[in-house]
Structure formats: structure tokens, C-alpha cells
């Protein structure tokens, strides 16, 4: 199946059980409104479709996997909501539309990223295709790459490192957890599920580790010469709130170098692992090239 | 065992469980030491001692329910941070201390309580003392009962009656989810690891709704009658705020019977359980007549 077809047909799935969950919320209206705004909001689904390109790859069948692919993408739309609210990036505009906060308020803003961070556990506890050590073992893994030793610890880490001298290695490291954590479940929470040997979760650890970097160069460059129509968000504002990036340190041309550096080292990696890995190549690619 | 004794013991081991688990989470340093400075900051761990009381009413080991009791204590700080932040209540003190964000700034409370809300699900899957099926079942209830549909979305309830007009049923409906539904967790988890029917937990339910109201009766009261030097708060808060309250609505008089009254309520489902629930009726007992 070529990329475009695979993205429809598990974009689809995802988006389906994803709102259907939220759905659910249903106890306080303006929560559920906040959560649905957010998750509709856009968005390429970026995570979940390299996780069930992973699974693909491992020859198993995809819907195993659709749960936990939502689950993944209800925390990493809780991480956007959080991450825009004044204390933290302070930013009105996501995807070209306002942000949570500036539609629903600070206070919504916040219990709807608690909510997600707390209720996206229960769509894997609820797929019935899972045995009960993997639903364990899976949120065991997506609580680590989120909670303080992953995801949300970068973003501290982050925040700390705001407006500070800092050199190119703690800028990796923050991108390794900020942006890399989530990108590694993508890449591990498959092998979990096709119960693989730990070998092969090292290796994928390790891919990760790469995309997630390229990720966030490809991020930083668009920041700079990116074009707000299409990318939705201010162009510079990196710049203008003294964010250190890989294009503040290395120049927009060594930080395109260093992006295909860490593009190709984990597409070495992955290719020795001799999976079924067209789709994930061509997300991979689809992350450095993408425009927004 | 007495309660005083019973709480000791089980302050301490759910202390250490806590303690140690937030030692684990040193990626970045500052939001450990924010994490650490909520959980220490005083706080009666009314609920895992309830919980814990609950196993022991149903002649079980506690030693099964220390880190299913840990992991609802880290939930209950995580929505003590993020209740007190000013987009929410704006509180600059809590048990006596500074807030949270007054010490570590808002962005890094609201990463503290992010971590609590999804690192707290992995001691119980960290336990060794349960059946996989036993730890889902848990951390399902837990999801629930904190979360949108739980007492996140109480919170959202509250704020979005906030200075209205409401009436006391609606009051009470904010009540169920914000406060009642940790205590229904308290209550129904001991069921889940002792293995007891639908119907039992029914009871529980019944009986967890009658102590939160009675629960959150009480800390309205404190909030007029209370001793600022005792409960840590400013007294008539909730006046100075314009929050509806039990006493808003019924008057002091009132308000002591309609707490009485679902105190009572609450006691005549427990016994009917026959269950050894000494020790859950003296917290039950220390719950109503708390002057903190």
C-alpha cells in the first residue's frame, strides 16, 4: 500500500476512536468541547501512523494496534494544549487556528490536557486484542516516554534552559526527551505488541533517538523560513522569545546538514533490521521534508 | 490496631513508597524537587489511609494495597498543584506553605502536577503483589475517577458554576466528582484486589458519595469557622471569592445537619456490610470533625 493510501485508511481509524472516546468525556460540556476542538484542531497524526507502519512492518495486522496509536495521539494533543498556555510557550496560534486557552480559557485549558493525560491509558486497557501483560507492559511505556522521565521532563528541561547559554548537547537532550520520548513509544510500543526481543527495542530506541532530532531541525528551520500560511504558526517567533535552536547554533546550513546526518544514521539502523519498513522509510521522509 | 497506630504505620510505608518512586523521576532536577516539596508539604493521606483501612476491613493484607494507595496519594497532590494555580483558584497558600507555582513558578507546576497524574499509574503496575487483570481493572477505575468523566471534570463543573446562580443539587453534583470520586477510588479499589462482586461495590459507591459530600460540608464550614493558624488557609476564602457553598446555601445550623445526616447515611451502608470496618468508620470519624 502506498503512504497516501495507508495515511487515509489509519488517519481514518484513529480519528474515529479518538472522538468516539472523547465522546465519552461526557460529564462537563465546555471539557469535552475544549478536548474535541484541540484534537480536530488538525494535525498530520504523525505518531500514530509510524506506529501502525511499525507494526506493518513487523507483518502484524494494524488493528491491533489502533488503540494504542489513539492513545498516543490524545497525549501528544494534551502536550500542544499545555505547552501553548501563558506560563509556557504562550502561544495564540496552533495550526493556524487559536489556541485552547485563548477559545476555552487558562483553567479548561489546563483540566483538558489533565483529562487527556489521564483518560488516553483506558483506550488500551479497553482493546480487547491485547493480552493483559502487553496492555501493561504498553502503558508501562507510554507513562515513561510522557510523565517526567520523558516527554513532560524534556519540556521542563526546556523551560529551565529558556533564554540561557547552552550548548549543542543540552539542546539534543531536550529534544531527545521533548520531542523524542513520544516518537520512541511510535517506534517501541510496535515491538511490544509483536512481542520482539529487546534487541530490537535497543535498536529502535536508537532510531528514535535520530528522527527525533531531525524532527525538531526540521522544526527549528521551518521556524525561520517557513511560511505562516502554511505552517499556522508565527514565523521567527522562535527568534523573538530568545529560543535557542539548532538554527541559532549551527547556521540554517549546517543544521540541514546535521538534520540528513540523523535522517540517514537512523535509516541505516532500520535497515539492518530487515523489516517491512517501506511505509516507516517513507514517514521518515515525510517528517524531514514536510512544510509545516 | 488503633488508628493512631494503624495511621503511623501506614503514613509511613505510603511515605516511603511516594518518596521513593519521586527520587526516580530525576530527569530534570527542578521539577523532582517542585514534585517533592507538594507531597511533603503536609497533607493527612486521608485517602490511601481509607483505602488501606477498606483492605483491611476486608480481612486482606495491606501490603497488597501500599502502592495502589501511593499512586492515589500522588494523583491527589497532582490536583492540589494544579487546583491552586491562578488560572484555577489562584492560591498563593496550602497547608500553611507557599503554593506550588509561588515557589517554582506556574510553568513548572503544571508540568509537576502532568508527571503526578501520569507516573502515579505505574506503581501499581510496579506492584508485584497483583494479577495482571487485577492492575488493569485498578488503573481503569483510577483513570476514571480522576479524570474527565471523575474529578477533573468536577473541577471543570466548578469552575464553570463559579460565581453563578446554582442550586444545591447542582452543588452536590460538583461535589460527587470533585471530591467524592477519590474517595469512591478509595473504597472500590480495596473490592477490586479482594475480589469482590458488583453488588459490594455498588455499596461502596453509595457510600463514598455520602462521605464527600460530608467531606467537602466540613471544609466549607472550616472555611468560615476555621482557624487560619490550624487549617493553613485564609478563613471566609470561599466568601471573598464568591463561592457557592453548603454554608452559602444552608447556613451554619444547616449545614452541620445535612453533614450529619449524610455521615449517617454513609455508616448505616457500612455496617450493613458486615465487614470489619472499624477502623474505616474512625476515618470516617476524623473525616467530619477535622479542624483542618
Redesign the interface.
Known amino acids: 500500500m502506498e503512504l497516501s493510501a495507508f495515511s487515509n485508511h489509519c488517519r481514518a481509524k484513529i480519528d474515529q476512536v479518538c472522538i468516539d472516546f472523547i465522546n ?5 460540556n ?3 468541547a475544549s ?1 474535541l476542538y484541540s484534537y480536530t484542531a488538525g494535525g498530520k497524526r504523525i505518531r500514530p501512523l509510524l506506529l501502525l507502519a511499525m507494526v506493518q512492518a513487523f507483518n502484524e495486522d494494524i488493528n491491533k494496534a489502533i488503540n494504542t496509536a489513539a492513545s498516543l495521539e490524545l497525549i501528544h494533543t494534551s502536550s500542544l494544549i ?1 505547552d501553548d ?1 501563558p ?2 510557550d504562550n502561544d495564540d496560534y496552533r495550526r493556524g487556528k487559536l489556541t485552547n486557552h485563548k477559545i476555552y ?4 485549558a ?2 483538558a ?3 487527556l ?3 488516553s ?2 483506550l488500551i ?1 479497553q482493546d480487547d486484542k491485547l493480552t ?2 502487553t ?2 507492559a504498553l ?2 511505556k507510554l ?2 516516554c ?5 516527554m ?6 526546556d ?2 534552559n529558556d533564554n540561557q547559554a547552552l550548548n549543542i548537547e543540552t539542546l539534543k537532550k531536550i529534544n531527545l ?1 521533548k520531542t523524542g520520548k513520544l516518537i520512541e513509544f511510535s517506534l517501541v510500543a510496535p515491538a511490544i505488541i509483536c512481542n520482539q526481543d529487546n534487541e530490537i527495542i535497543l535498536q529502535l530506541e536508537q532510531i528514535s533517538f535520530h528522527i527525533g532530532i531531525a524532527f525538531q531541525i526540521q522544526d527549528d528551520i521551518l521556524d525561520v523560513i517557513g511560511n505562516k500560511s502554511i505552517t499556522g504558526k508565527s514565523t521567527n517567533s522562535d527568534n523573538k522569545n530568545n529560543k535557542v535552536t539548532y538554527v541559532s547554533f549551527l547556521g540554517i546550513n549546517k543544521a540541514k546538514q546535521e538534520l540528513i546526518f540523523h535522517f540517514e544514521q537512523a535509516l541505516n539502523i532500520l535497515r539492518r533490521l530487515n523489516l517491512h519498513s517501506e511505509l516507516v522509510e517513507a514517514i521518515f521522509n515525510l517528517i524531514i521534508k514536510r512544510d509545516k
Do not use: R
Not at 480559557?105 to 479548561?108: F, L, R, Y
Open positions: 465519552q468525556l461526557n460529564l462537563a465546555t471539557l469535552k478536548i499545555h498556555l506560563a509556557m480559557g487558562e483553567a479548561t489546563i483540566l490536557g489533565d483529562s493525560l489521564v483518560n491509558f483506558q486497557i493483559p501483560l496492555k501493561l502503558i508501562d507513562a515513561n510522557t510523565g517526567a522521565n520523558g513532560i521532563g524534556g519540556q521542563q528541561l523551560i529551565e526527551y
